[in-house]
Each structure stands twice: as C-alpha cells, then as structure tokens.
C-alpha cells in the first residue's frame, strides 16, 4: 500500500517569504513522487515530479521541491511566494515499478495562502 | 488546458438516480483515471482503464460502474445515487512511456439533492 501525508491543512505566508509545503510519503520500493496544483473549481494542474536522479527537482511557477530519501520526504518550496500562488497544493506518490497500473495516491492537500 | 475533456461540468439531481460522466482523453494517451474529490475524503481513485480494459481498481462503489470505448473516451456510471455521492469527479489520462503524471480534466460536478 502506499500513501501521502501531508501534515498541514494550511500555510500561512507573505508576499516576497519563502514558502514551504510539507509531504511525506509511504510506498514499498522506489517512490515516483509529484506535486499537482488546484486554483478554485479547476481541475488538477501538474507542477513538479521525482522519478531518479537529482534530489531537488524544478518544476512550473518557480517551485522546486527536494526529495529527501532517508526521511521520506518531498517538500515543495519557493523562495519567494506571490499572492497568485495562493491555491490548493496536492502531493501524490506511486510506485516506481507499478507498470501500466499508475494511479496516484494523493495526499489531503494544503491551502496556500499568500498575504500581501 | 489539459487536453482532457469532461462533461458535463455540473449535474444535479436526486437521490436513486442515476448518471452518466463521460471524458474524452487527451489525444493519444491511452489511459484514463477517474478520481472522485470530496471535502471529507479527499482525492479518491476509483478506477483506471487502459487501451479498452479495466487495469486498476480503487475504492469505486458496487454502484458505480465505468468503461473505456474503443474510441478511448470513457464514462462513469453513477447509480442508485445517495446524497454522499455529491463531488467533484476528475478524469486524467496519461500518455505511454512517460514517468506517470497525469492530466487532469476540469471535473464534473455532481450535486446529489
């Protein structure tokens, strides 16, 4: 079985700061993990995946987010926020070696809100 | 935009109703997801279907039922509906060879009254 924590359901922070949205993960062998964005009444936009390779990864808008193996972790991060980052943050993981079955496992989401 | 296409973005009706949502993948992807999002379960997977067959099978109720066309389009079959099956439902397809992510469609609304 696999599954995503994602430990806050809200994150706080001001235009210009460095934004941190935490992600920790289960899943039995090499995780493939992914953050996905939600803005209000749209659907699901991808923003950043690890699959191999280099431990912090750099995807859309800016972010960037570092997987971290011995803590099972994969946070998402920004070093500078924007009010229009404000939105629904989903972390999601899968098995590396699951085939043509990829279904993510998504965690609970994070509410981002950005202050001006 | 994705490239993946649902409708109908919203639906209401009443309890032990049935519906139907249907979702036109992206071109050439071969997969389709459907995922249920709801405020008290959040992001749920129900099933996947890959080339025309069932590959994957989540926490998708006895109720509910989908199929994928040879065409590619899909639709889920909701039945018998309860007022706990008002959500968003979300399509994804993902293309072959790739490392898994998934393209979400804008979702269909499903208001149970």
């Known amino acids: 079985a696999q599954s995503v924590a994602q430990p806050e359901d809200q994150v706080n922070v001001a235009e210009g700061n460095p934004l941190t949205v935490k992600c920790t993960y289960s899943?039995?062998?090499?995780?493939?993990l992914f953050w996905y964005v939600q803005y209000p009444n749209r659907g699901l936009q991808f923003l950043l995946k690890?699959?191999?390779?280099?431990?912090l990864v750099k995807g859309s808008y800016g972010f960037e987010a570092e997987f971290n193996k011995s803590q099972t972790s994969f946070h998402l991060k920004k070093p500078s926020a924007l009010v229009s980052d404000s939105a629904l943050y989903f972390c999601a993981v899968r098995r590396g070696s699951s085939g043509s079955a990829r279904q993510l496992t998504f965690g609970s989401g994070t509410q981002l809100t950005v202050l001006p | 935009d994705s490239g993946v296409t649902q409708t109908p973005k919203h639906l209401i009706t009443a309890t032990g109703q049935r519906v139907t949502l249907r979702c036109s993948p992206r071109?050439?992807?071969?997969?389709v997801y459907w995922y249920q999002q709801s405020l008290d379960q959040g992001l749920q997977f129900l099933i996947q279907y890959y080339n025309g067959e069932e590959r994957a099978k989540g926490n998708i109720l006895e109720r509910f039922s989908a199929q994928q066309f040879p065409d590619l389009h899909s639709e889920l079959n909701l039945s018998s509906l309860e007022l706990g099956d008002s959500a968003l439902y979300f399509c994804?397809?993902?293309?072959?060879?790739?490392?898994?992510?998934?393209?979400f469609g804008e979702g269909s609304r499903l208001t149970v009254l």
């Open positions: 690890y699959i191999t390779g280099d431990n």
């Open positions: 994804a397809s993902s293309p072959q060879g790739t490392t898994g992510e998934l393209f």
């Open positions: 071109s050439g992807d071969l997969s």
């Open positions: 899943v039995s062998g090499n995780p493939y």
